[in-house]
């Protein structure tokens, strides 16, 4: 069942509903012609400074290099999100706005009023301009926003922030890969280990959610053998620290590829992009029988 509609039946609702099946079908028709399905990617921290957002749009602008204009870098940090000022981009259409239009939205219009980024063709849609906008997001139909966006881009990559929000929680349940970040200090870990008992509550399993280990190498960190026996699941991949490219990167407004292309933490976060895309390929019958 895709949706229900409440009697009697309004008009709008009717219609809103047969355009989410045609946008659904519309995007089944494309994935199955290319062999490739649509996948949405989190990332989400127990806590803020530990990069999450540095990783989450430098993923996407790897990923969206790979794919050129089908990935969607999506801001749910919806207070104080900055994905916009990492890439120097206008906050010209905003969630909130998608949210207001979304009965008279189409896939073909989504894309025609969202920013793109010009040196990797990643489109960018942004938090709301005004902090108490955030209200606005939270509506009976954020689910079916996240399902239509997924259903318009190959990969929808989303900065989570660190709180577990109605908007967060949303896009969490359809999330197909959720990456947890850390920092290889005390209270970043011992939150993480807290965020990953709530997320077993919520039912997300292993093959769901993944634990990244950024800022790795940094000054003063956790032995790794240590963090790894405490841990309740395996770290799936390490991003080396560099404050330097990272901070240069986010003045300057621009991807680590752009500042720092040699850089191990770029090579890192390029070889992240490219395991999303293998296991995207694992969860595709259709990309293995092709490959096959």
């Not at 011992?190 to 093959?207: E, H, M, W």
């Not at 956790?222 to 405490?230: A, E, M, V, Y």
């Not at 752009?258 to 969860?283: C, N, P, Q, Y």
Request: hydrophobic share 40%; charged share 20%.
């Amino acid at each position: 069942a895709l949706d229900f509609i409440k009697q009697p039946v309004v008009a709008e609702d009717l219609k809103r509903l047969i355009q989410k099946i045609v946008n659904l079908e519309t995007s089944n028709k494309t994935d199955h012609k290319n062999g490739q399905l649509n996948h949405t990617v989190g990332f989400f921290s127990s806590k803020g400074g530990v990069g999450s957002s540095t990783l989450a749009v430098n993923t996407a602008v790897s990923l969206a290099s790979q794919n050129p204009g089908r990935v969607l870098l999506l801001d749910l940090v919806l207070q104080h999100g900055n994905v916009t000022d990492l890439l120097d981009i206008p906050p010209k259409y905003t969630i909130s706005d998608l949210v207001e239009n979304f009965d008279r939205l189409d896939a073909n219009l989504l894309e025609n009023s969202i920013a793109k980024h010009a040196s990797s063709g990643l489109y960018v849609l942004p938090c709301p301009r005004q902090p108490e906008d955030e209200e606005s997001v939270t509506s009976a139909q954020t689910s079916e926003i996240f399902s239509f966006l997924k259903s318009a881009f190959h990969y929808v990559v989303a900065d989570l922030g660190h709180e577990f929000s109605k908007t967060a929680i949303s896009y969490l349940d359809l999330s197909d890969f959720i990456f947890l970040v850390a920092t290889p200090d005390v209270p970043s870990l011992c939150n993480t280990r807290n965020t990953l008992a709530v997320l077993n509550k919520l039912s997300y399993g292993q093959d769901k959610v993944k634990v990244l280990l950024n800022r790795w190498h940094m000054k003063g960190e956790i032995d790794f053998s240590l963090i790894q026996k405490n841990f309740p699941m395996e770290i799936f991949c390490r991003i080396p620290d560099d404050a330097m490219a990272s901070l240069n990167a986010a003045n300057q407004g621009k991807s680590l590829s752009a500042v720092a292309k040699k850089a191990e933490v770029t090579k890192a976060i390029e070889k992240l992009a490219s395991e999303i895309m293998t296991l995207s390929e694992k969860e595709s019958p259709i990309v293995a029988q092709r490959k096959a």
